[in-house]
Structures are given as C-alpha cells and as structure tokens.
C-alpha cells in the first residue's frame, strides 16, 4: 500500500515547483504528522507561505478530552460540518493502542451498544479517518513512536470500505499492518472484499452469540447473514502464517453467557484460527436498560469451557469505564447534535 502522490503532484507542479516536493510534503503530512504547514521546515517559506494560502490541513478539531485514571483519553473531534466522532488512546503495557472510528453513527444498532443506540451516521472521508490518527498522535505527544491502531469506534468499518481502504494507505505509512486491526460486525459480503485486498490488516469480528436468533436480537443490522455465513466467509478469509482472527464476544447477563452458549462457541469457531476475546458488558442505564454483565463467577466458567476445548481465550476488561471510552460506550455521554441519518 502507500498514498498515490500524483495529486500531490500537479497541485505543486501548478505552483511551479519540482516532482520531489510531493514526496516531502506527503512525508510530513502522513509520517511527521504536521499540524500546519509552517511547521513543515524543510519547505522554502514562499511555498509555505502559498499553502497556507490555497489548501489546508483538514484535521478534525478537538472539543474535548476526558481522561480516565488508566490513562485512556476519549477526544471528541468535530468535522467540517459540525458532526462529532469520538476516538480513544489507551496506553497499554509499552505502547498506546489508538481506536478510531469510521462512522458518525451506526446502523447496525448492536444492543449492547450506545453508538448503535443513537442511531445511523454518514460515512466519514478517508481525510476524517486518517485526521483521528494524525490529531491524537500529536496531542498523545506520540509522533515518531510505534501505536497499534483498531477500527472499533463509532461506526461499522466495512460499511464504509473504499474510505476504510484509503485511510489504511495513509496509515500505512507510520504504522504496519500487522499492528493495525479491523473490526467487523460480520457485513458478510464486505469481508469477501476485505479478502482480496492484496495486503490486509489484522481482523476482529463481534460475535457475540451462538444462535441466528441470538444474533438477530443482539445485533440486528447483521442479521440478514446466518452465523453459517459468516464462519464460511472467515473460514475463506486468508491469513499470513502466524495470524488468528479475533473473536470479540461480549458477555451479558441471562442472554448469551451460558454454559450451554460456551458449548456452542466452541463448535461454531473448531477449525477457525482464532483468538477469543470475551469482554464483560459496560453497562449503561440511561442507553441499554435492562442489559448487565454476568457475575465474575459465570464470566470465569464460560472463559474456563472455552480454555478447556483448547481455544486462545482472554477476558477483557475494557479500560477508560469511568469516562466512557470503554467498548460500546463511544457518544454515550455527549451532547453535541445527532449525526444526520443515512443509508449505510
Ligand atoms: S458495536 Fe459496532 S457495529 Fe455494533 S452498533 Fe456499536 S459501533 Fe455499530
């Protein structure tokens, strides 16, 4: 992958400057992350000068940052037309794990989650994606060092695929594919495509039920593909030697966290590389009513069925709760204006 300069290019070439320029002035957008074009100091000033004067530098602008005791900062980012995304840093062990969002809203409408209860948003542009990354890399003080990157923020990544793909080109410049990950809540036909990406990021699939009816309460803007569907479609997914699919499944309370429900996981991903993710349910009264975590006790039996048929499982107990930057959480404590509905 890499960002087709040619654009670039002729916007220079019509200020009279030379075929190398885009590539300098692509290296400080997309790797040094420049904020202005003043900062861009290996450019002669009148160049700067006539940038600053014709094009811009399109990042969201940052409205709020909430900062949890972990360390995760939640950014709300307005867009050019006053839409508000959200997007998270989470310092882990020897890096931070930065999770963007690919959409002003959702229309899946996962029942576990607050994005998909606030309803359906327009796609955001490869230029609205990629600016997530460039503004909390430089407000993380992050330039210059290795993240991991996750599509799990607000939005359905695969339902903005073209704008997905263009984003990974420029995000591809700074950070590996390996340590970048997409994850899908199983838009079947999308993941075929995903396939034949000649180089793909890493995949994590919400799961999160063992039954069609399950699914089609729990996640009701997927549903339309049977669970037969989608394991077929990552059962053809390709993987370089050494990958697993990430299975997230979050755990709630009375609706898909029995023994019975472990039972069926494990049958339904034998054969599959995977990894699984078993994440407790974040709460929410004012969003998800009604909808609780199970105890530890019956987390821990579920985590132990899965262990004991030799499945790769972890429980996840998401970081940044208490500013909801946890999964499933994003928009749910701000009041800026509703995204404008549209069909995915
Ligand atoms: S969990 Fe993901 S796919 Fe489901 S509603 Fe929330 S943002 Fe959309």
């Known amino acids: 992958m890499g960002v087709p300069t040619a654009e670039l290019g002729e916007f220079l070439a019509s200020l009279g400057e030379p075929p190398y320029r885009a590539r300098q002035l692509q290296h400080w957008i997309c790797r040094r992350l420049a904020g202005s074009f003043e900062d861009m100091s290996d450019l002669p000033k009148t160049l700067r000068a006539q940038l600053q004067a014709q094009a811009c530098l399109a990042d969201p602008v940052v409205i709020e940052v909430r900062r949890a005791s972990d360390g995760t900062a939640k950014y709300a980012l307005q867009l050019e037309d006053g839409l508000v995304v959200e997007a998270v840093a989470m310092p882990m062990e020897g890096h931070t794990t930065l999770c963007l969002s690919s959409q002003a809203g959702c229309a899946v409408g996962c029942r576990f989650c607050v994005t998909g209860a606030l309803g359906s948003g327009r796609n955001l542009r490869v230029h609205e994606i990629f600016g997530q990354f460039r503004v909390l890399m430089r407000s993380e003080g992050l330039v210059g060092q290795g993240v991991n990157v996750v599509f799990m923020g607000m939005g359905e990544p695969l339902l903005n695929l073209p704008n997905l793909v263009g984003a990974l080109e ?9 340590r970048t990950t997409v994850s899908t809540a199983g838009v079947v036909p999308k993941l075929y495509a995903l396939a034949q990406l000649p180089r793909r990021p890493n995949l994590a699939v919400s799961l999160n039920a063992t039954t069609d009816e399950q699914r089609a309460y729990l996640m009701p803007g997927v549903a339309h593909w049977s ?6 479609a990552l059962k053809a997914y390709p993987l370089e030697r050494g990958r697993r699919i990430t299975i997230e499944y979050v755990l709630i309370a009375g609706v898909n966290d029995s023994l019975e429900d472990a039972r069926r996981l494990v049958r339904l991903l034998s054969g599959l590389k995977v990894k699984v993710n078993l994440i407790p349910l974040n709460p929410d009264p004012d969003f998800l009513p009604g909808l609780e975590p199970p105890s530890e006790g019956v987390i821990n039996a579920f985590a132990a069925h899965l262990a004991a048929a030799n499945m790769n499982v972890t429980v996840r107990w998401s970081k940044g709760r208490e500013v ?4 499933g959480q994003l928009r749910g404590q701000l009041k800026f204006p509703r995204p404008a509905a549209v069909s995915p």
């Open 170 to 178: 420029f995000l591809s410049e700074t950070v590996s594919l390996r």
């Open 227 to 232: 669970l037969a569907e989608l394991i077929a």
């Open 324 to 327: 909801a930057a946890a999964c």
